[in-house]
């Protein structure tokens, strides 16, 4: 089958959820038994989001070839449930990158080298990958930040060719714009729709469908003036209110008629009938009254919640499977550090010391990580916080105050965790972590072999520092386990505690594994012992819940 297109820009203003609206439309199509893939296309002029602070771009989702990208492919995996690979995520600076280093080559042969076309074709080189490189018959194209951006023309110029490259009956594009609500008088308004449709156009680009995201119900009359004004099927514009389930968002659009629309102008018959049973189920389980477990999530990006998105959603895929209701509790470790905040973790049945880089709030990671030791309250650290319960384990249980990650004292006596060898030569930051999938054994009788119950796992990394061999005698002597090592038995993966419910910490990064019907095994056994704390012992009524190792 030829690859057919569906290429979305966003309108009016950013962050009215265009990438969970095309996640969700990615599963409207797998649904109707096509293999979808979705690309991110970011005009930001970083090469990726790697080297980016969290305040600045969120979590940044690693994919299982080690690509470093944007949060948005996180939800592309976890709506339509596939891998993708680094060639679905390009930013300005990759793109210029490659123009640039052909261009010193001199494969250009002395031409002058321009935005249109030379930029303008590496896009669409980058985007002819996505097929080439998956077996998607469907290729979503979501374009980041808004129409009007001047870095986002090269981009949309890009998609504007496009359509006559592929043809008109092999693409279509869909703009996701915001109405905002006017208190007074109660009304939305869609004339800044108008006016980024109007945008667009001057652009080259007629949208094919409207996607208009609100806070408040829209009327018909409403979705008639959008579709004459805008110049679009009255079927093709979409009002999609705002919910709190994000996995109610296939669910919407699919009743909206979404998925029928797309098939129909994309000249394909739908090979199954959608089934949303399991969708369904997730969305009443939300919505049901659940017991409560309170997670305290230790980090330092906590002002925006998106910098931790997969374990928020990873916690989410669990605790809907053992029928209750986590309440994140968000502390920052530097107010641990002056005291403050006990309270909540006090309050907490879990403690989740996330992953992160550099100085600041360590020492309260690590008073958390022992309160947790000390308390046998639940601990899940994930990367960074692994390496802190190593730390605090060789500082309180074996008494050596000194002991630390040389990330944070590069002239500690006692570097229980170091920089990985091949790493010490390196002195680029971009991209150069070790990143990616690597397999992984897990060890007998152990936590960790009890709840994935396979022999060997495979899981997404991204650090550069690790445990250091040359304590391994002496914090197994404190109590440590090491329970999943790599195959060539060098490197510690998974440490815990054996004298403890469950204390538990990965050097990989498990949240990105874990999908709304197949929660993660680590965050499952995190929880049951959580909810444990809780004294919730049993669930009320869970419905089938479907638990594998990912
Ligand atoms: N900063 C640590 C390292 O580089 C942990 C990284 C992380 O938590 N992702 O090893």
Not at 147 to 157: H, K, Q, T
Not at 201 to 209: C, H, L, T, V
Not at 359 to 372: D, H, L, N, T, V
Request: net charge negative.
């Amino acid at each position: 089958m030829t690859t057919k297109y569906v290429f979305l820009t966003g309108g009016v203003v950013s962050s009215v959820g265009k990438g969970v609206t095309a996640a969700a439309i990615g599963r409207l199509l797998k649904e109707r038994g096509f293999s979808v893939s979705v690309q991110k296309l970011d005009p930001y002029i970083n090469v990726d989001p790697g080297t980016m602070s969290p305040y600045q771009h969120g979590e940044v989702y690693v994919l299982a070839d080690g690509a470093e990208t944007d949060l948005d492919l996180g939800h592309y995996e976890r709506f339509i449930d596939i891998s993708l690979n680094r060639v679905c995520n390009v930013t300005t600076g990759q793109v210029y990158a490659e123009v640039i280093a052909k261009e010193r080559r001199g494969d250009y042969l002395g031409g002058t080298i321009q935005v249109i076309p030379h930029i303008t074709n590496e896009i669409k080189r980058r985007i002819s990958l996505v097929s080439k490189t998956t077996d998607a018959e469907i290729v979503l194209v979501e374009i980041g930040g808004t129409v009007g951006d001047i870095e986002s023309l090269p981009f949309l110029e890009a998609l504007r060719q496009m359509r006559t490259d592929v043809g008109r009956q092999n693409s279509i594009y869909i703009h996701v714009t915001w109405l905002p609500h006017i208190g007074a008088t109660n009304e939305l308004k869609t004339k800044p729709t108008q006016h980024s449709v109007r945008e667009l156009r001057s652009i080259g680009i007629s949208p094919d469908m409207i996607i208009a995201r609100s806070d408040h119900p829209v009327d018909d009359s409403l979705r008639e003036k959008i579709a004459l004004f805008c110049d679009v099927e009255l079927s093709a514009v979409v009002p999609m209110i705002t919910t709190p389930i994000l996995y109610e968002v296939p669910l919407l659009l699919d009743k909206a008629g979404v998925g029928e629309y797309l098939l129909e102008r994309l000249g394909l018959t739908a090979r199954s009938q959608p089934d949303w049973t399991d969708w369904e189920r997730l969305v009443r389980e939300v919505r049901r009254n659940k017991p409560t477990v309170r997670v305290a999530l230790v980090g330092k990006y906590i002002e925006l919640q998106d910098a931790y998105m997969s374990i928020r959603e990873a916690l989410l895929h669990s605790a809907l499977s053992l029928g209750i209701e986590v309440i994140i509790d968000w502390v920052h470790s530097a107010e641990l550090e002056k005291g403050r905040g006990w309270d909540v973790i006090s309050a907490a049945d879990g403690i989740i010391v996330p992953g992160g880089f550099g100085e600041r709030g360590i020492e309260g990671k690590i008073q958390a990580a022992r309160y947790a030791r000390e308390n046998k309250i639940p601990y899940l650290g994930l990367c960074l916080g692994m390496q802190l319960m190593v730390v605090e384990l060789t500082r309180h249980v074996l008494g050596d105050e000194e002991a630390n990650s040389t990330e944070f004292d590069r002239g500690t006596p006692h570097p229980v965790i170091d920089l990985m060898p091949d790493q010490r030569d390196i002195a680029d930051m971009g991209g150069t972590m070790r990143l990616g999938l690597y397999p992984c054994v897990l060890q007998p009788r152990t936590i960790a072999k009890r709840a994935y119950q396979v022999q060997e796992i495979e899981e997404r990394h991204r650090h550069r520092f690790e445990f250091n061999n040359a304590y391994r005698e002496l914090l197994q002597s404190a109590g440590m386990r090491f329970s999943g090592i790599s195959p060539d038995g060098r490197l510690i993966e998974i440490a815990e505690l054996a004298d403890h419910p469950f204390m538990l910490g990965t050097q990989f990064h498990p949240e990105f594994l874990s999908r709304p019907n197949r929660p993660h095994p680590l965050f499952m056994a995190f929880l049951e012992a959580a909810r444990e704390q809780a004294g919730v012992s049993q669930p009320i009524e869970v419905e089938t819940s479907t638990v594998n190792s990912p």
